[in-house]
């Protein structure tokens, strides 16, 4: 039965192998650079990066991100209904309300909590 | 008619517990001592009814039952709070709410000292006890009287925890309710059993079809009973569960008194009683039953001999006097059992009251060593102690001589002369302790300070009146149950405890309800000379008693010095506190030590995550971002679950 | 009459039937929303101490309370129609039935009681945030779609709702620690169990072809059960684990439960366990029925865990909060128990001990609540319950009821729950079990009782804790007291109550 795993099992060892012997063959083949060089740096060319890529990024970026999403996602759901529009008839356009008036809420929550304003 | 009215019983000591619980601040000391007590005098005045109403009618229809709604119903499982009314429960309901009258009389007196509200929470717990107590002995079916059982575990721990101030005390409450759960663990498995094998837990339903139901014999008895008794063993205090009661003496005196002699240990002696027609079925228990009580009669009374604590050693005689009934009841003489069960519950009332007035004269002094000569200053204390003594001592025509010597009898007429052998022993032991716990209280001089001299009273009445009640029943208490062998010669004195119980125990023991009528049979010449035996061997230990602490008072010490191995093993109650200790507390407590320290965090956590540097360096790296290493600690178990349900699936 | 409204008329008679199993949980979203709106609107809300402080939130908790007792009256409303209620409701993504309906009573009222005592709370400590009852009562709604879902979507949609707004709940108190760590130890670990929870429905879809619990009972009724439905049902299994804290998927609980604020760890212990045991019985009791020789023995081991840990780990805590996390463990190993019965008794026997587990773990926790100062919460047992019953005698008594409560003492809710436990365990042949759980409740005894002794037989050795039962905290206890010696008292009807609501369980529409 499992028999049928053997290509996989095979293409990981193939796949071990080569990475392996090209990492050994490249370190030991390899030219010694010195450290701090430039092949050292992110680009190896170009402006000198300042700083550490890992800064802290201000969090309002996050919120509006989020935000951007959460709404974004939700309005996604009115393309279908759109569609189906006719089928659905009186009953959908109460449910769609009833779900709009829900994001409404939303909305008016982060509005209110001042989360759309930058300063 | 009367069964209309069962309810009352127990419900008056409830009402008790709620107007002294919730008013008793309100009410103060004045209200709560009239409460209190009245109300279980009224609960006795009831029972006293009952006991009338039931006696004038023909033996068969001796019993009354209410049912006051059903309890729990689930499926074909049903119990209901109902309560049975008959010449068992009704002889226990007048020893319960009567000597537990006294008792609650006494404690008016004695504890004068507490504050407003101590008073008040002291009676609440009092009557608590009582009323769990009625519902035990009254319950009709076993669940209900695990109720009741359970009932008067929890307020025993509430009583002996009573002065909480001195941590000993709180400690002595948890291993009184811990002991008890363990005992209580058993016995609430016979209940499972037993409702598998009946399809009910009444005791209606149970016990008449025993017979038919079970095998004689058979494996499935032999468990039910074992573990019904296991229960009996923690809360009677029998070997090996005994441990807690002694312990039990931090509570006030009369608390002792009540669990000592009306209430709580009995109850494993009841319920024996109670479901004989299981445990005729399973002759291995009853065996056992008989041995661990003939055991521990023998047992505690020698661990009595050396205690220098006067309730000490009143606890240690209550085990051993325990153990007395658990022997009659062990070799089928049920109503002798329970006859004991009356008898003690006069005298060891009594003993531990005497007790309680001569400790209130010396102002808390309980060390025998420091007492002597209290005989003029405390003269009815004295007299209704000698009564007491004389009582257990099984000097006739004395209460205990009388029920000590049926169980011995009846002992010997089963066939069992080792187990009657050692009963007897326990006698002379028993008259031995009893005495010296006598001699050296109220005779020889006084070795207290001579501040205690100066202050040196009787008690109250309140407290002396109790005492002078008990005193009488135990001197005439016994005259209920005059076996035929004495009866007959005083011209046809019937044994009215035994006839009274008779339709109770007779499919049990038909033969035992012939000899209770007091019928003329032939009386075996050997009955005369076992009771010769025994009243000689009780003179014997008084004798010894007078000798060993009155006569030569140095003696006692030397003998103690002579064999001081057996005197230390003895003084420290062969140390099985510290054995317990040893091979349950401490590895109990090390394993949840081990449990939670070692493999909730030490195992997990060491081999996991500090098995190597790398986790460790991951692992620091995680723990300064969050704080906490445990995260990946949590999800490695979690995934540990994961695979090994997984891999039972997949390949099991 | 005008088409338009003739159309809505017609769509108004297709919505309200419908609505009705949904309705309690609508009722508490639209109250949520309310609170939520007034607030922010600053409406209801005392002026704040100086000029642009905000003050504290006045109608959102009323909101909030109001919202949930329209809601278990939704609920006594469903009981009463439960005859006649049809169905099937959203094409089959929930059902209505007695089970469902007397665990959504038994959601709503610890909620309720969550409410009660968090207003005095929320005062005391300070939080001023109409956030906190807004997210209550969409927990509540998430539990309830749980309680009554007749599909796994809907199980995992009322999962999440419930289990997004309890992580926020928990990190609530964000300027101490514990609180942030409980919340984000909850979230990292919820998240995962998550994943295993999705899995599992995937790999049971791949096996039954539907996620709908009647469809996916049909599809694996004829055995052999297929490898991937065993994984499947292996995954479910340590989804709900994790909601539930089964050992050994409940390393999170203690750490949570001692790091939120106690009024949500008391949501937590009763409402979360309420509505993930709810899912859990429904869809093995029913939807797995046929496979129960597959699931027990898993359950089983579980259940030897859950019980042996929980109680034995328990002994050893000082916090009471921690403790209490430790206890409700052994408690989700007893209800697991009334599981493997895997019987209409044994259901029966859940349900009833659900409903007692929940007044008196409320009841406990209410205590803990009250006994808070103004920035501590004081939970060491040694220390801030020495000699309680000296200054408190009243909350001393009840909390020692709750505690003999859940040590099984009769005559106490506790007790008979536990009761109907053990009977249906030994009806259905788990003697073993049995006699476990009787032992590790012996076990138990030492640690509950551990709290008693504290109270009544320690002198305080700190100064008093000087603190006043909010009016709505008392009636909270009040509830919980009369709960917990009503149900032991009187255990009658609820026990046929119980009863009667198993039998639609089983029978799945």
Redesign the interface.
Known sequence: MLTEYLPIVFLLFVGLVVGGVIIVLSWRMGPRTRALSIGDSPYECGLVPTGDARSRVDVKFYILAMLFILFDVEIVFLFPWAIMFDALGTLGILVMFEFLVILLVGYAYVWRKGALEWD | MAANWIWLVPALPLAGVLVNGLLGRRIGKGGVSVIGPGMVGAAFAVSLWLFLDLAARAPEARTLSQNVYTWISAGDFRASVAFLVDPLSATLMLVVTGVGFLIHVYSVGYMHDEDRRGFARYFTYLNLFTFAMLVLVMADNFLLLFVGWEGVGLCSYLLIGFWFKDRANATAGKKAFIVNRIGDFGFLLGIFLMFGAFGSVAFADVLPSAATVLDAGGPLAFWICLFLFVGAVGKSAQIPLYVWLPDAMAGPTPVSALIHAATMVTAGVYMVARSHALYDMAPAVLAIVAGIGAATALYAATIGLVQTDIKKVLAYSTISQLGYMFLGVGVAAYAAGIFHLVTHAFFKALLFLGAGSVIHALHGEQDMRRMGGLKRALPVTYWTMLAATLAIAGIPPLAGFFSKDEILWRTWDAGHPVLWAIGLATAGLTALYMFRLFFLTFHGSFRGTGEQRQHLHESPPSMTIPLTVLGALSVVGGWIGIPPAIGQTLGGVPNAIESWLAPVFADAHAEGAAHAAGEAHAIPPMEYALMAASIAVALLGILAARYLWLTRPELPVRIGLQFRVAATVLSNKYYVDELYDAIVVRPYNALSHFAWRVIDEGLIDGLVVGGTGAVVRWQSRVSSAWQSGAIPTYVTVFFGGVVAILVYYLFG | MNP?IQ??L??YR??RPALFPVLPAAVL?LFG?LA??VD??ELGRTRGPAEGETGTPIMAPYLALIGTALALGCVGWQAARLETAGGPYFSGMVVLDGFGVFLSGVVLAGTLLTLLLTIGYCRRHDIHLAEYYHLILMAAAGMLIMVLAGNLITIFVGLELMSVGVYVLTGFRRTR?RSV?GA??YF??GA??TG?FLYGMALVYGAAGTFDLAGIRDAVSVPPAS?VL??G???L??GF??KVAL???H??SP?VYQGAPAPVTAFMATGVKTAGFAAFVRVFMSTFDGLAD?WI??LWALAVLTMV?GN??A??QDDIKRMLAYSSIAHAGYLLVALIAHSD?GT??FLYYMAAYTLMTMGAFGIVIVLGEKGTENTSIERDYAGIAWRHPLLAAAMALFM?SLTG???TAGF?GK??I??AA?NSGHVPL??LL??TS?IS??YY?KVV?SM????SEREPIRSQVPAMAAIALLIAVVGVLGLG????QW??MA?ASVVAVTGLP
Do not use: C, N
Request: charged fraction near 10%; hydrophobic fraction near 70%.
């Open positions: 338009e159309e809505l017609v769509a297709v919505v979203t929303l939520l709106l922010v609107f620690l760590e984000l130890k990292v670990l995962f169990s295993f490898p065993l994984a049902v292996a995954l299994i340590v684990g994790f050992v050994p998927f390393m999170w750490d597959q023995p898993v840990v034995v780990a002994i050893r008794i029966a026997a003999f003492i009769p005559p008979v009761f109907a053990l009977s030994v049995a006699v009787v032992l012996v005894a030492y009782l002794v009544y037989m320690r002198a008292i009187f255990p009658g026990v046929e009863r």
